[in-house]
């Protein structure tokens, strides 16, 4: 019966094997190099043999057609696509088209007027971490945001113009955004 260093150890000398395969150019050593993009494989016999690949395998995935759809812009069908930032669905038609939309973008909220320069509308965005907030559409001149999504409702407390919904324990509920009220009452069911 084989231990369980045992099983470590035949494991360690398949990782040895992938790690000293030989180039398929020149029969000399791959060795693990990394750059600015990452780790990769390269020939130990470069700048001679300039063979190298990449240290692990992405899956790509193909363009495939969405059937019964179309593209609001010009009609052709649109396509699940894979790019540089992720999965995406976009047209088929692309360079002529290039409409796309991405399928884990925030919904658009309803139309509701910035409370603080009154111009603007408050509009969902996604900051470089991926979270999304509220932000009046009239930046950089007002710098009004919100990190829950806006209602177009008047505080019954303050008189603010707008109410945020938010997940509380009692159930869905509309709060006064102002620091200094406390307002807050369940959301009528619709």
């Known amino acids: ?11 360690h000398e398949h ?4 790690e000293l395969e030989t180039c398929p150019k020149c029969q000399s050593k791959l060795q ?10 390269g020939c130990s016999g470069y700048p001679k043999c300039d063979y190298s690949r990449p240290l692990v395998q992405h899956q790509n995935i193909d363009t495939q ?9 010009c009609g052709k069908p649109l396509a699940v696509k894979s ?13 002529q088209c290039s409409f796309h939309e991405n399928p884990n973008a925030a919904p658009e909220p309803n139309e509701v007027t910035c409370p603080q320069c009154r111009k603007g509308e408050l509009a969902a965005r996604t900051n470089k971490y991926g979270k999304s907030f509220y932000g009046c559409s009239n930046y950089p ?3 009004y945001v919100l990190n829950y999504k806006p209602v177009a409702q ?4 303050c008189g603010w113009p707008v109410l945020v919904e938010r997940k509380m324990a009692a159930g ?6 102002q620091k200094t009220c406390r307002f807050k009452m369940l959301k009528p069911s619709q």
């Open 172 to 177: 869905l509920s509309l709060v006064c955004p």
């Open 154 to 157: 008047a505080c019954a407390q």
């Open 1 to 11: 019966m084989a231990s369980p260093s045992d099983s470590l150890f035949s494991l």
């Open 65 to 73: 057609v969405i059937d019964d759809s179309s593209c609001p812009d």
């Open 15 to 18: 990782a040895l094997e992938r």
């Open 83 to 95: 790019g540089r930032y992720g999965i995406f669905i976009g047209c088929t038609g692309y360079p």
């Open 141 to 143: 001149k007002c710098k």
């Open 32 to 41: 693990i190099r990394s750059s600015k993009s990452g780790p990769f494989l």
